[in-house]
C-alpha cells in the first residue's frame, strides 16, 4: 500500500464509523477497469464501499494500492474486522469471500475461508447475501462486467430486501455476462453505462444534480 508521504496530495481522510448508506460492487472479466472508472466518479467523503472483483490472492493487493493511488477514497485491501467508514472502499483479498455483519455500533467486514461459490473465491454473490441479509434497503448494489452468473442471485436477494440495484450496459461491458443474467432476472433496477454509473448512484445519495 503507498504511504500518505509517497503522494504530492494530502493523506486521505476518513470520517467516523458509518451507519447508513452503504455501497456493494462486483466485477469480473473486464473488471479491473470497470471498478477504477467507477471509483473515479466517488468523492473523497463517500460512504463506505465494498468490492469484490475476482482476481488471484496474489494480485489483490496490488490492485488496490493502485486504486488508492489514482481515487479520491481511500482504498484498502480488506482483513477484516474492520469498522466501516465513510471515505473507504474496502477490495475483497483473492483468499477469501468478502462479507459484512454487525459490529459495535456499526458495520464490520468479515472474510471468510468457506469453499468457492460459483466457483469463486471472492465471490460477489457472497458479498451480495451479506447486504441483503445484514444492511437490506440501505443497501447499494452494482453488478459490473464479467463472465459468468456470479452476483445475480445476490443481487436479487438485496433488491427483495429493499436495495436498490444497478447493473452496467451492455454496450459499455467488456463482458456482458454477469449484468445480463442478473438483468434476466429482475435483479437490475436501473442500467447505465459505465461513465454514468457513478453519477447515478451519487444521485441516488443526493450527491450530484440530475
Known amino acids: 500500500m ?5 503522494r504530492a496530495e494530502p493523506e486521505k481522510a476518513t470520517v467516523p464509523p458509518s451507519s447508513g448508506k452503504i455501497i456493494f460492487v462486483g466485477a469480473s472479466t ?42 479520491k477514497p481511500k482504498v484498502v485491501e480488506a482483513q477484516g474486522g474492520e469498522p466501516l467508514r465513510n471515505g473507504m472502499v474496502y477490495v475483497a483479498p483473492g483468499h477469501s469471500h468478502l462479507a459484512i455483519k454487525r459490529g459495535g455500533a456499526g458495520y464490520v467486514t468479515e472474510l471468510v475461508k ?19 441479509d445484514v444492511v437490506g434497503k440501505n443497501a447499494i448494489g452494482v453488478i459490473l462486467t464479467g463472465m459468468g452468473k456470479d452476483g445475480a442471485a445476490g443481487l ?38 459505465l461513465d454514468d454509473l457513478a453519477r447515478r448512484v451519487l444521485m441516488l445519495l443526493g450527491r450530484a444534480p440530475a
Open 156 to 193: 436479487l436477494r438485496m433488491r427483495k430486501a429493499g436495495a436498490r440495484t444497478f447493473g452496467q450496459s451492455e454496450k459499455s461491458c467488456v463482458v456482458y455476462g454477469m449484468p445480463r443474467e442478473a438483468a434476466l432476472i429482475g435483479a437490475v433496477e436501473e442500467v447505465a453505462d
Open 2 to 6: 503507498n504511504s500518505p508521504t509517497s
Open 114 to 132: 468457506t469453499p468457492p461459490v460459483n466457483r469463486h473465491r471472492p465471490s460477489v454473490d457472497v458479498l451480495f447475501d451479506s447486504a441483503a
Open 30 to 71: 473486464g473488471g479491473t477497469e470497470a471498478v477504477k472508472t467507477f471509483l473515479l466518479g466517488i468523492p473523497a467523503d463517500c460512504v463506505p464501499i465494498l468490492v469484490v472483483q475476482h482476481m488471484p490472492e496474489s494480485f489483490t493487493g496490488s490492485f488496490a494500492a493502485r486504486l488508492d493511488s489514482l481515487c
